[in-house]
């Protein structure tokens, strides 16, 4: 029971400048209803007046139109009134939605800003320079795997070659060494060796012929 009596009530969106237009169209609609009196006023005064006239009342009838012509003045001022309160009304209803513009900017700015104070710039850097090293790498990788290597990667694998089969190559002893003639190097061992056809000339070909 205590917590039901003592919920607080929900609170209410209706702002101060909803409630002053609320009273300034009631307003407005009074002075409508006013004007609509005093028209309906004014045409039946101006009849009575005519059968004033006709029956001989002139200072009646006189009486009559002096106060069509002061509501008639009346009615004028309730128009400038409407108009006022038009204005009014409509002056507050469109500062009410440049406030909630500028409440929406204001909120926008804070997300904004809380947004650029969670990005580091330092972390994007990293973040694309190892993205962009990734990338390199990937192509790389590509480029080796589809055979497009250039003439320099071609070097450098033979230069590899070589290398390895030097260090696999097992060391000669001087004692066997015959001669003069110098063990061949590990270079020379592991350089690729070009077989060619040899082309025989026709003179060639006679020299063997006679020396049968």
């Known amino acids: 029971m205590g917590g039901i009596f003592g919920k607080k009530k929900p609170r209410s969106r209706v702002t101060a400048q909803d409630k002053a237009v609320l009273q300034l169209k009631q307003q407005r609609d009074k002075l409508k209803q006013y004007q609509k009196r005093i028209e309906l006023t004014l045409s039946s005064d101006r009849e009575l007046a005519k059968q004033l006239l006709k029956k001989g009342q002139k200072d009646r009838a006189l009486l009559l ?17 409407l108009e006022n309160l038009e204005k009014l009304t409509h002056d507050i209803e469109f500062t009410q939605i440049e406030l909630e513009v500028v409440e929406g900017l204001k909120q926008g700015n804070e997300a904004l800003k809380k947004v650029n104070q969670a990005i580091n710039i330092e972390d994007i850097e990293r973040i694309l320079d190892e993205t962009r090293e990734a990338k390199e790498k990937q192509d790389e990788i590509s480029s080796l795997l589809s055979g ?16 390895i089969l030097k260090e696999q190559m097992p060391e000669v002893p001087l004692d066997d060494v015959v001669g003069n003639e110098e063990p061949a190097s590990a270079e020379e061992v592991a350089k690729p060796v070009k077989k ?17």
């Open 65 to 81: 139109l002096k106060k069509k012509r002061y509501q008639e003045q009346l009615l004028v001022k309730t128009d400038n009134q």
């Open 148 to 163: 497009g290597l250039t003439e320099e990667d071609e070097d450098a694998v033979e230069d590899e070659l070589a290398q």
């Open 196 to 212: 060619e056809k040899a082309k025989k000339s026709p003179a060639a070909t006679e020299r063997v012929a006679v020396e049968a």
